[in-house]
């Protein structure tokens, strides 16, 4: 059981590590239109996978409340809002495609703040796939291990395009492909980091799995509304971002009721 559960945290690392490989055989620069479609597809995926994984197992698992049900899924909605909204002002980031820093005021380098804002919003993911795999491990009968693969396997498809989108503008930048390829894999890390820590809690607070699920689903939404949707709207034809946003929403509804 725990080799299934090392194996399906890792699966998401894998995604950021493929697309940060990207860097090797493409060209230096990423043009607007792929930008559009990588960030829309990930919102996709993001934004399906907030609810179809995280979102209605939660309502699920506190059908037990009644008329009352709705309220770990709020309140653990509301504190990932509000998590995510705290480190966006504690930690200083540069979004993709921005000229202004976000967080506190930092001496740190271009290329490591667009690989912090990355880090950023990878943390969520994180968590969202270790909380499923601990409702897994719990018992729980509303989370299967095939729910919980086809989680990780939604979370490491759109984490493809995102270690491109990291990969590959910091080449632009003048970093070499290696150190590039280096950052690009790195700010996936936090990912297996987040889900064996989520694990771990959940293990100690079983009851508090309904707050966790819904929790991860707030942070990603967080995510979703705050960044990747402004990228793939900025500029002109900004439809290509909204298609492949269906495109992303459809993948991983599809994965999670086929393998669910």
């Known amino acids: 059981m725990m080799i299934n559960v090392f194996y399906g945290i890792m699966i998401p690392f894998l995604g950021t590590a493929l697309g940060a490989a990207c860097v090797f055989v493409m060209k230096k620069s990423m043009n607007e239109t792929l930008q559009k479609i990588l960030s829309g597809f990930a919102a996709g995926v993001m934004v399906a996978a907030s609810v179809w994984s995280l979102l209605i197992p939660s309502l699920e698992q506190s059908q037990m409340m009644g008329k009352l049900s709705f309220v770990p899924a709020v309140v653990g909605f509301w504190l990932g809002i509000l998590f995510l909204l705290l480190l966006d002002h504690v930690i200083p980031h540069l979004h993709i495609g921005s000229q202004e820093s976000e967080g506190p005021k930092s001496k740190l380098k271009r290329a490591t703040m667009m690989v912090m804002a990355v880090t950023l919003h990878n943390i969520p993911e994180g968590m969202a796939v270790g909380v499923v795999y601990a409702g897994y491990l719990s018992g729980e009968q509303s989370i299967s291990l095939m729910g919980a693969l086809a989680l990780s396997i939604g979370i490491a498809i759109q984490n493809f395009p ?33 889900a064996l820590l989520t694990i771990m809690a959940a293990g100690v607070i079983v009851p508090a799995l309904p707050y966790l699920l819904s929790f991860a689903a707030g942070a990603m939404i967080y995510v979703v509304v705050e960044e990747l949707i402004p990228e793939m709207a900025v500029g002109n034809h900004s439809d290509i971002g909204t298609i492949f946003f269906a495109a992303g929403f459809s993948v991983m509804m599809i994965l999670d009721v086929a393998l669910g």
């Open 162 to 194: 995102e270690g491109a989108i990291v990969s590959m503008p910091l080449c632009a930048e003048g970093v070499s492909r290696r150190k590039a390829f280096l950052k690009g894999m790195l700010s996936g890390i936090v990912e297996p980091l987040g």
